[in-house]
């Protein structure tokens, strides 16, 4: 059995479920900004509130895996994206601080949301340019890493990082649109019609730039392109599926928020499928980086009894906070 292939699969997983659960919070946070009215913006929250602070988990499980399974390649990315890296955590936990302060704050609930938002925007942006290095390729020096802190603000980084963003926010307006009230849900289905085109467009950009300076990635491409050519064909029908539903007063609630998880999802497959079987892009496969076969077992044991445990908790935090977000919020 291959187990460096298997906690490989697990980690992609884990980044994916994050990706999906703590991608929509993150852009309803960020969307903060374009709403000046604080009682839409009470509401945006509301929507959020109950399910926005268990999503980390999967970030700290992916964390993890890479740590224990791929020790080699931990050594690397870590120095590598240190920056971002520290940027994200921070800006997380301002959302969580800011997220009780505004709570129980009338006067300067205002500020808080800022904050809030501020902390949502970072968050995305730094998830952005940890991708963007991913692309453009590591920098390495035998076991460690032989570039600059600094090359994740590179040009095409920050654009990575803008893209992110974009997909998150059209995650947060699918999630809008299923939850809020009319006033909330008036707001998302404004922003659902140029969101997810904006995102495609993005994205569409960062993958001609990046296979125009990454040979090892088209390479790569040419080795998955019916699997890469059906994301591709998924991705970019969600799209324009979103912004049609958006303008249809019969359309499913549901449509909108599916096909923005859709569309993500296909991206995270195309992400996975380009890199692999590299876990420090085009500088060091998995099985290269990989530890020892007993600490993958031991990890993928761990996964075995936590993923199901995390699973069922989501699901049933999502199933007693099903419906509409209540007018009174759900506190």
Same mark, same amino acid.
């Given at each position: 059995?291959?187990?460096?292939?298997?906690?490989?699969?697990?980690? %992609? &997983?884990?980044?994916?479920?994050?990706?999906?659960?703590?991608?929509?919070?993150?852009?309803?946070?960020?969307?903060?900004?374009?709403?000046?009215? +604080?009682?839409?913006?009470?509401?945006?929250?509301?929507?959020?509130?109950?399910? %926005?602070? /268990?999503?980390?988990?999967?970030? *700290?499980?992916?964390?993890?895996?890479?740590?224990?399974?791929?020790?080699?390649?931990?050594?690397?990315?870590?120095?590598? =994206?240190?920056?971002?890296?520290?940027?994200?955590?921070?800006?997380?936990?301002?959302?969580?601080?800011?997220?009780?302060?505004?709570?129980?704050?009338?006067?300067?609930?205002?500020?808080?949301?800022?904050?809030?938002?501020?902390?949502?925007?970072? $968050?995305?942006?730094? +998830?952005?340019?940890?991708?963007? /290095?991913?692309?453009?390729?590591?920098?390495?020096?035998?076991?460690?890493?032989?570039?600059?802190?600094?090359?994740?603000f590179r040009p095409f980084c920050l654009l990575t990082g803008l893209a992110v963003v974009a997909g998150y926010a059209t995650l947060g307006v699918g999630w809008l649109h299923l939850k809020g009230d009319d006033a909330t849900r008036a707001f998302a289905r404004r922003h659902q019609r140029w969101l997810p085109l904006l995102f495609l467009g993005l994205a569409i950009i960062?993958?001609?730039? $990046?296979?125009?300076? +990454?040979?090892?990635?088209?390479?790569?491409?040419?080795?998955?392109?019916?699997?890469?050519?059906?994301?591709?064909?998924?991705?970019?029908?969600?799209?324009?599926? *979103?912004? %049609?539903?958006?303008?249809?007063?019969?359309?499913?609630?549901?449509? /909108?928020?599916?096909?923005?998880? $859709?569309?993500?999802?296909?991206?995270?497959?195309?992400?996975?499928?380009?890199? =692999?079987?590299?876990?420090?892009? &085009?500088?060091?496969?998995?099985? +290269?980086?990989?530890?020892?076969?007993?600490?993958?077992? &031991?990890?993928?044991? /761990?996964?075995?009894?936590?993923?199901?445990?995390?699973?069922?908790?989501?699901?049933?935090?999502?199933?007693?906070?099903?419906?509409?977000?209540?007018?009174?919020? %759900?506190?």
């Amino acid at each position: 059995m291959d187990l460096p292939l298997l906690s490989a699969l697990f980690l %992609w &997983f884990a980044l994916t479920m994050y990706v999906l659960l703590d991608g929509f919070d993150l852009g309803v946070g960020a969307l903060l900004l374009a709403q000046r009215d +604080q009682r839409v913006r009470d509401r945006m929250v509301d929507a959020i509130a109950p399910t %926005w602070d /268990g999503n980390e988990t999967w970030l *700290i499980m992916a964390a993890l895996t890479l740590l224990a399974g791929f020790p080699r390649a931990y050594g690397i990315l870590i120095p590598a =994206f240190y920056i971002p890296v520290v940027l994200m955590l921070l800006s997380l936990g301002l959302r969580g601080v800011s997220f009780e302060f505004r709570h129980n704050s009338v006067t300067s609930r205002r500020r808080w949301d800022i904050v809030f938002a501020g902390g949502s925007l970072v $968050a995305a942006l730094a +998830q952005g340019l940890v991708v963007g /290095g991913l692309l453009h390729g590591v920098d390495t020096d035998l076991d460690s890493f032989g570039g600059s802190p600094l090359d994740t603000f590179r040009p095409f980084c920050l654009l990575t990082g803008l893209a992110v963003v974009a997909g998150y926010a059209t995650l947060g307006v699918g999630w809008l649109h299923l939850k809020g009230d009319d006033a909330t849900r008036a707001f998302a289905r404004r922003h659902q019609r140029w969101l997810p085109l904006l995102f495609l467009g993005l994205a569409i950009i960062t993958g001609l730039i $990046a296979a125009s300076m +990454q040979p090892n990635l088209t390479a790569s491409w040419r080795n998955h392109r019916i699997a890469l050519s059906l994301c591709l064909l998924a991705f970019t029908a969600c799209a324009p599926g *979103i912004a %049609w539903s958006a303008g249809r007063d019969d359309a499913d609630d549901r449509i /909108g928020f599916g096909l923005a998880l $859709a569309m993500m999802l296909s991206g995270m497959l195309a992400l996975g499928l380009s890199f =692999f079987p590299n876990v420090v892009p &085009f500088r060091l496969t998995l099985w +290269q980086a990989a530890s020892g076969a007993s600490t993958h077992e &031991f990890l993928l044991i /761990g996964a075995l009894v936590t993923t199901p445990v995390v699973l069922t908790y989501s699901a049933f935090a999502y199933r007693v906070f099903r419906g509409r977000t209540p007018a009174e919020g %759900w506190y």
